[in-house]
């Protein structure tokens, strides 16, 4: 009888392996700027010509005694569309491993799932927050009134329900 022989020995990267799936998935978001390109100029469209245009038209919403500007409501609604689609570009990415058998070569390499699923979440993240800032900027420039801590919190809840 033979012995299996094993060519590839399994690596132990541990945790060394944020660093470089972080570095691989950077890459792929530079090397892939369209997508850059398209997952900012739709929430900042959205937030132009309809969060604007409806305030312009109705003005802030009031119920129940309290009243809402509609730029701060909406952005609110644009901030969770955006998660939406980085978090399908994460899934995307995921699939693309799956498919061409990198994560199988990830995973033999000794990257751990949550190591793996930290570093794939990187492009999402940092678009995600590359897309809050400019649309907090954009609606202090059209003058929302949304506070700063606020935006803190919300940014954060955005980055961690990427992961999710």
């Known amino acids: ?6 060519y590839m020995k399994r690596g132990h990267l541990g945790r060394k392996a944020l660093p470089i799936m972080v570095n691989n998935e950077l890459k792929a978001l ?7 390109y398209s997952s900012l100029l739709s929430p900042i469209m959205y937030f132009l010509f309809y969060s604007i245009g409806i305030q312009s038209t109705f003005g802030d919403i009031s119920f129940n005694g ?31 491993d799956k498919r061409w058998g990198l994560l199988s070569l990830k995973i033999l390499n000794g ?11 990187t492009f999402p993240i940092v678009g ?13 420039l059209v003058g ?21």
């Open 1 to 6: 009888m033979h012995k299996f022989q094993m």
């Open 30 to 36: 530079w090397s892939n700027k369209q997508i850059i």
């Open 66 to 96: 309290t009243t809402v500007s509609f730029l701060s409501y909406s952005l609110i609604g644009i901030f969770a569309m955006s998660l939406f689609k980085e978090m399908y570009q994460c899934v995307y990415r995921m699939i693309i």
């Open 111 to 121: 990257v751990q799932p949550p190591i793996y699923i930290l570093g794939i979440a």
């Open 128 to 140: 995600v927050v590359i897309q809050s800032v400019i649309l907090y900027l954009l609606s202090h």
């Open 144 to 164: 929302g009134s949304f506070p700063l801590y606020r935006f803190c919190i919300i940014l954060v809840f955005l980055m961690i329900s990427v992961l999710f």
